[in-house]
């Protein structure tokens, strides 16, 4: 399990807890409940047995931390629905006076929950792969250092995904086209890995200022435009 595993299983539950929740919430499902225990991160019991179950029925030790690691990350991912709901009330009274305050939980949009666990996989925490009675870091010096239930675990360092490996299935960024102007993930610094990006110009040929003519036919022009396109090393 690398960081990007632990990713996508804290995202998946996360998914997987917000579309539930939301459809109990608008009365789309016939058969739902409402589970206000903070442990299940909203009101989708099903979805976290759902999600947990190929885990759960793994036996022997040799597998147990792994096991442990992924149940983690998604109760991770259900955890971070729940810390992201809000509070919103109305009053109700008259003249606008409250005498009686009805309130209810709000889930946030996905969007932040993403932004939210998308932090937390930029700060993950590398475990040891064997378990001794809970999980545990994997570097002696921060053991005494608790973990989470927030926290995304993982065991394995990521691969290089910057140099093509086919065993892994990566593809490598070479010869990946790249904007250079961009500082985003789509940037040529970011996704050429340093190793820099060629520049060549493109011609494109289309048809421009089209006219309708009486009667009955189009006549346009050939334009020609060129562009830089950059593609990395």
Request: hydrophobic letters at 25%.
């Amino acid at each position: 399990g690398t960081k990007e595993t632990a990713f996508i299983s804290a995202v998946t539950a996360a998914g997987l807890v917000h579309s539930v929740t939301r459809s109990c919430s608008a009365g789309n499902m016939t058969e739902c409940s409402c589970d206000v225990t903070p442990r299940h991160g909203g009101r989708a019991p099903d979805a976290r047995k759902f999600l947990d179950a190929p885990f759960k029925n793994i036996t022997g030790k040799s597998g147990s931390g792994l096991v442990a690691m992924n149940l983690h990350n998604n109760e991770a991912g259900r955890q971070a629905v729940a810390k992201l709901m809000s509070v919103d009330c109305r009053c109700h009274g008259v003249s606008g006076s409250c005498a009686v305050k009805t309130c209810w939980k709000t889930m946030s949009s996905f969007e932040k929950v993403g932004r939210f666990l998308k932090d937390k996989y930029e700060n993950s925490i590398q475990i040891s792969d064997r378990l001794k009675k809970k999980l545990r870091r994997k570097e002696k010096s921060q053991r005494k250092i608790p973990i989470g239930k927030e926290d995304l675990l993982y065991v394995n360092k990521s691969p290089n995904y910057c140099v093509e490996d086919q065993k892994l299935g990566i593809p490598g960024t070479q010869g990946r086209e790249c904007n250079r102007t961009s500082q985003g993930p789509d940037g040529c610094n970011l996704l050429c890995c340093g190793r820099g990006y060629n520049t060549h110009v493109v011609r494109h040929v289309e048809r421009c200022e089209c006219k309708f003519v009486w009667c009955c036919y189009v006549r346009c022009r050939r334009c020609e435009t060129m562009t830089d396109v950059h593609t990395c090393k």
